[in-house]
């Protein structure tokens, strides 16, 4: 299997939330753990991926396999999308078989398992020189591939750059791999960029003060769901009416404090990326170019996350099970409910004779 650090199952915020978790100080490490487990999912399904690859894959002859040269199956793949397939794919000059000439199958449940030849057709697959890595099979790879909508670009890309400014904060974290036009991006990272957006009234060190309000139009360069940054305290917009901001203060480990009218808001809109990640090329985008992030299926992301959190946890024990000093005090960390999770798992996504 592939490095899964451009392929995550959850995200660095899910797992923070989940734990109670305040700062940005142990992200990497989070990202780490999130990554080992992504890994592990994929490990114990025996390679299935819930985000997709753009991949060439090559297979034996079938007719060594006793198919007939009708049949290719994909006992170890999960296809999606088939862009070109190839016969004689070692030979100097390999045969492109038309689409009209093979049936992906089972064709009423995707993913497929198998590539079958048109028996009305005159195709075949063919050996070649060798029956090894006769078969080029070009596509998408995964067992799913769903996407959810997550804003869109505040800035044209050429394509080469690695810190793209988006729309909405609040849609996209650490650990999402996104997806802009064809080309898909693993967000790596994220920093504060000026919404434009300024106060219109001083604010006190109270954090029962959780009204704020915007200069005059400013209500609009917002975002219900971001944490936004004022001085250098973060805090969690809950909602937006008109110019006035409902926040809870003091968010994510800062310090209250007082501010001063006018005062600039800064939002984590600049993304890190890692640019044509899983297969994917590189690409120019236009400004206002929509985004989607994949999203895994809900119980494939729950089980990350309980995973990376295992994980944070037995590391703070030092891997010996007990995490705090005093006996009384002690507290030992089980993976019981992570093994009832994975038995769940292998029996919903678990492959057939693997």
Same mark, same amino acid.
């Given at each position: 299997? &592939?490095?899964?650090? $451009?392929?995550?199952? @959850?995200?660095? =915020?899910?797992?923070?939330?989940?734990?109670?978790?305040?700062?940005?100080?142990?992200?990497?490490?989070?990202?780490?753990?999130?990554?080992?487990?992504?890994?592990?999912?994929?490990?114990?399904?025996?390679?299935?991926?819930?985000?997709? *690859?753009?991949?060439?894959?090559?297979?034996?002859?079938?007719?060594?396999?006793?198919?007939?040269?009708?049949?290719?199956?994909?006992?170890?793949?999960?296809?999606?999308?088939?862009?070109?397939?190839?016969?004689?794919?070692?030979?100097?000059?390999? @045969?492109?078989?038309?689409?009209?000439?093979?049936?992906?199958?089972?064709?009423?449940?995707?993913?497929?398992?198998?590539?079958?030849?048109?028996?009305?057709?005159?195709?075949?697959?063919?050996?070649?020189?060798?029956?090894?890595?006769?078969?080029?099979?070009?596509?998408?790879?995964?067992?799913?591939?769903?996407?959810?909508?997550?804003?869109?670009?505040? *800035?044209?890309?050429?394509?080469?750059? @690695?810190?793209?400014?988006?729309?909405?904060?609040?849609?996209?974290?650490?650990?999402?791999?996104?997806?802009?036009? $064809?080309? =898909?991006?693993?967000?790596?990272?994220?920093?504060?960029?000026?919404?434009?957006?300024?106060?219109?009234?001083?604010?006190?060190?109270?954090?029962?003060? $959780?009204?704020? @309000?915007?200069?005059? &139009?400013?209500?609009?360069?917002?975002?219900? &769901?971001?944490v936004i940054t004022i001085d250098s305290e973060r805090m969690l917009v809950e909602s937006i009416s008109t110019d006035t901001l409902a926040v809870?203060? =003091?968010?994510?480990?800062? #310090?209250?404090?007082?501010?001063?009218?006018?005062?600039?808001?800064?939002?984590?809109?600049t993304l890190t990326v890692v640019r044509a990640v899983n297969g994917t090329t590189a690409a120019a985008h236009d400004d206002l170019a929509a985004?989607?992030?994949?999203?895994?299926?809900?119980?494939?992301? *729950?089980?990350?996350?309980?995973?990376?959190?295992?994980h944070h946890e037995a590391g703070k024990s030092g891997w010996t099970g007990v995490i705090g000093g005093s006996e009384g005090g002690a507290v030992?960390?089980?993976?019981?409910?992570?093994?009832?999770? *994975?038995?769940?798992?292998?029996?919903?996504?678990?492959?057939? &004779? #693997?």
């Amino acid at each position: 299997m &592939g490095n899964t650090a $451009t392929r995550c199952y @959850t995200t660095v =915020a899910a797992v923070k939330s989940d734990v109670g978790l305040a700062g940005p100080d142990l992200d990497p490490r989070i990202l780490r753990n999130v990554q080992a487990a992504t890994q592990h999912t994929e490990n114990i399904l025996s390679g299935r991926r819930f985000i997709p *690859e753009t991949a060439t894959k090559l297979y034996r002859w079938p007719s060594r396999n006793g198919l007939g040269g009708y049949t290719l199956k994909l006992p170890d793949d999960d296809l999606l999308y088939l862009t070109t397939l190839k016969t004689k794919a070692q030979d100097t000059t390999p @045969t492109t078989i038309d689409p009209t000439d093979y049936f992906l199958e089972p064709v009423n449940d995707p993913p497929y398992n198998r590539i079958e030849i048109d028996l009305s057709s005159s195709a075949v697959f063919e050996s070649g020189d060798t029956p090894q890595h006769s078969i080029s099979v070009l596509g998408r790879f995964a067992y799913c591939e769903d996407t959810v909508t997550a804003g869109a670009l505040a *800035e044209a890309d050429d394509g080469t750059e @690695t810190a793209l400014d988006v729309s909405d904060s609040s849609l996209i974290d650490v650990g999402h791999t996104i997806l802009i036009g $064809t080309e =898909a991006m693993f967000v790596s990272g994220k920093t504060l960029k000026d919404t434009t957006a300024n106060t219109g009234a001083a604010m006190l060190k109270d954090k029962a003060g $959780t009204t704020i @309000t915007l200069a005059a &139009g400013h209500g609009a360069l917002l975002k219900a &769901g971001e944490v936004i940054t004022i001085d250098s305290e973060r805090m969690l917009v809950e909602s937006i009416s008109t110019d006035t901001l409902a926040v809870e203060r =003091a968010y994510d480990g800062s #310090v209250l404090a007082t501010h001063a009218n006018p005062s600039d808001v800064y939002a984590p809109r600049t993304l890190t990326v890692v640019r044509a990640v899983n297969g994917t090329t590189a690409a120019a985008h236009d400004d206002l170019a929509a985004i989607v992030k994949y999203a895994p299926p809900a119980d494939i992301e *729950e089980y990350c996350r309980a995973r990376a959190i295992f994980h944070h946890e037995a590391g703070k024990s030092g891997w010996t099970g007990v995490i705090g000093g005093s006996e009384g005090g002690a507290v030992e960390t089980k993976g019981f409910n992570l093994w009832a999770m *994975e038995k769940a798992l292998k029996a919903k996504y678990g492959k057939v &004779g #693997v």
